[in-house]
């Protein structure tokens, strides 16, 4: 396409300046103000970063062409719109000098370019940043002859085009990044051209419709479904020749964590982050991480920044020079949880030469131990317990080669498993040093290793409650330390049995079968309700003459029960209230198949008559 260069005073001598004929200002450089936006950019001088901060909401139908500039915009919570002097021309185009348009905060406010030609820039020395770009028959971003282009918000192109030559939401030789989505229509469209070693990246989705094409490297037009594997970049699609790369987020990735680099956050799996983190780089959390695995740290170092969630893996392995650390360790936790199908490590927690690491909890079962760490260079934190339920021969702890571990909390064994081991030296919890070398700490240590073990017990708390009909015990807010285990009972007054037992607002059906729930390894505070309905089979007894008959019903205060009672069935006559409470009792003797019963006495209301091992509804009026 052909580029017409209109200067500022032409345009402004042709009465084409917006605003021209409104004094209101509306943009402005440091403390000079402008009444149009042609008369800010003619103030800017060639080769100079400047800033032109937004004072109103702005549309220009002059387009915005940079030559030589330097420009940031302050957008400043406005809107620019950018149309162009006429449909074939670029909305925001760059001469062959080049020049830069950036947006000092792409979040605060909007520049978009509608209609005409689109974008343009027009080699390496350019360089644009808008939000979003709308294009009838024309394409969008032009970036066949070079720079960088970043589109904070969308692409739209469609066209009514029967050919020859497409028009695409992007055609890059270049670099551009989008970080919304590109939606093209029609058949002589495409969403992206990528060719002569352009690299694109689209944070959105791609739409093609009404026979639109979905990309083209290279001018091979390739389907959403053609792409390359592996992927070159975690979370995108590939599409690629190995020269021109298209990527594409991939809307099956789910990210759970990010790590911020040279200014640019990215997204990635648990996964995907450790493998591409970099040393003394922070791997932050933006959700609670169930990682069925083993982690795996050599040679760098990275830090979990916990964010106030949970990282629970099957074991860390720290090899040679590995360091691992918690950005805030009171913020979250990182927990290890291994047991006896986890192959490939012996402990919860490894450290190989020069390594060390950080944690909050341990719990080992399955003949694992807790911690291990076996070089003089190594040391370990655990901030929180270690739990370990296993075989004799394992340990909470296991310490050599002159290593140190320090548990801020407590260790306990069970199940055969040991406590600490010191080099060769195994001990008991009490078979601690008389001389602590670590202040507020139990000292266990053969002379060369040592374990350190705070047991500062956190406290954790249950909210226990029951409803109507029965009962929880204990009940109440209930203290329990860190690590430890607390049972609860249920139990249902007579005639009701347990409905819902709710461990923090989820139904545990295996409670309500048990009567009881157990929380294991406390580690944060909890709630359990348990709720209670009428026992299972209160119903009106259906008016048959083999059965037990309740009459009148509704009663005011004579009620006779008749019938034929099997022999071996209950005879005798209980009612209870609506609570479960027995308000009166009598029995069907077995000479008379017939009783009639007062019970005037009772107050109005609905109760429930058990009889024969039936139960009815009965009403007092």
Sequence with gaps: MRKFRLSFATLAFFGLSMGAANAQNVCSIGTNNYPTLDAALAAVPDYTQTTIKLLTDITTNNGIYIDKKIITFDLNGKKLNVNPPSPSQYGL??????????????????????????????????FAEVTNVTVTDHDAIDNSTGGTINVYGNITVSSSKTGPYYNYGIFAVDSVTVHGNISVSGAYTCGVLAGGGGKVIVDGVITATNGAKYVNIQY????????????????????????????????????????TAGGITTQYTLEDALAYVQSNQTIKLLQDIDYNNIIN???????????????????????????????????????ININGTVSGISSGVMLGSSGW?????????????????????????????IRITSSAGSFGAVVSGGARITVEGKITNSGGAGFVKCGATVLTNSQYTTSTTKVGYLTYSDGVSTVWVGNKIIVYEITATAGAGGSINPSGNISVDAGDDKTFTFTANSGYQIDQVLIDDTNNPTAVSAGSYTFTNVSENHKIEVYFKPITGIVEM??????????????????????????????????????????????????????????????????????????????KE
């Design 542 to 619: 259906q008016l048959i003459a083999s059965l037990p008959r309740i009459y009148p019903n509704p009663t005011n205060g004579q009620l006779r029960v008749s019938g034929d009672i099997l022999d071996g069935k209950d005879r005798e006559i209980i009612i209870f209230d609506v609570v479960g409470q027995v308000v009166f009792t009598s029995h069907l003797s077995n000479l008379s198949p017939e009783i009639t019963i007062d019970i005037s006495h009772l107050s109005v209301g609905l109760y429930f008559l058990k009889v024969g091992g039936k139960m009815v509804k009965i009403v």
């Design 220 to 259: 091979n037009y390739l389907t959403q479904s053609q792409f390359t594997v592996p992927t070159t970049k975690p979370g995108y699609l590939t599409y690629t020749n190995g020269t021109s790369t298209i990527w594409v987020k991939d809307p099956a990735y789910v990210p759970v964590c990010e790590i």
């Design 297 to 335: 740290i050599s040679g760098k170092t990275v830090i979990f920044d916990l964010n106030g969630k949970k990282l629970t893996a099957q074991a860390l392995n720290i090899g040679t020079n590995g360091h691992q650390s918690l950005l805030n360790p009171a913020n979250g936790e990182f927990n």
């Design 93 to 126: 185009t760059f001469s062959y000098g080049g020049g830069q348009v950036k947006l000092l905060n792409p979040a605060n406010g909007e520049l978009n370019i509608n209609g005409g030609a689109g974008l343009s820039t027009s080699g390496i020395n350019c």
């Design 357 to 385: 690491a950080a944690v909050t909890n341990v719990t080992a079962t399955g003949g694992k131990n807790g911690v291990e760490a076996d070089f003089a260079s190594n040391d370990l934190t655990v901030f929180g317990n």
